[in-house]
C-alpha cells in the first residue's frame, strides 16, 4: 500500500458502509467505518476504508454526510463504553453486535472488531484512552448537541 495505508488497530466498525453513503449509497466500492486505536496507542481514530483491489485504503476529504456518519457512529461508540465494562472482554464474543442505527431506508450496523487479532487488547486499551479524552471529548459533544439543538434538530 502507499502512504494513504492503514495505521488504526480496529475496536468497532460498521461494514457494508457503501449502503448508507449519502447520495451515492450502494453505487460504489465496498466501504467501512471504523473506531479504533493509533499503531501507538495514544490517539483514538476514526477512519473510512475503502475496498481497494484486496486491501483497504483510508479516505481524505470528506462529503457531510460521511462526517455526520462518522459523528453518529462515534457517539454510539461513546455509549457503548459507558457500559462496556459489564463484559469481561469489554465486549460479548458469542454476540459482538453493539447496535443497529436506521439511516436512509437501511442499516448501521455497529459491532466488535473481532477480526483485529489483538482486540482483547485493543478494546481495552480503547476504552482506557476514550475514559482519558472524555473531558475533551464530552466538551465537544455538548457543543455539537447545543448547535443541533439551536438549530432545530
Known sequence: MNEKEIQQKPVLKVDNYQQ?????????????????LSADNQELLGTLLQKEGDGWQTLDSQPFSRILDMAIFLAQGN??????????????PENPQVDIIGLQGNR???????????????????????????????????TLKRLLEEAGY
Open 108 to 142: 448501521m450496523t455497529v459491532e466488535v472488531a473481532t477480526d483485529n487479532p489483538t482486540i482483547d487488547e485493543d478494546i481495552v486499551a480503547f476504552h482506557d484512552l476514550l475514559q482519558k479524552d472524555g473531558e475533551l471529548l464530552g466538551q465537544r459533544l455538548r
Open 79 to 92: 455509549l457503548y463504553f459507558q457500559n462496556a465494562y459489564r463484559y469481561d472482554k469489554f465486549y460479548n
Open 20 to 36: 448508507i453513503d449519502g447520495r451515492l449509497a450502494q453505487s460504489q466500492p465496498e466501504k467501512k467505518l471504523t473506531l479504533g
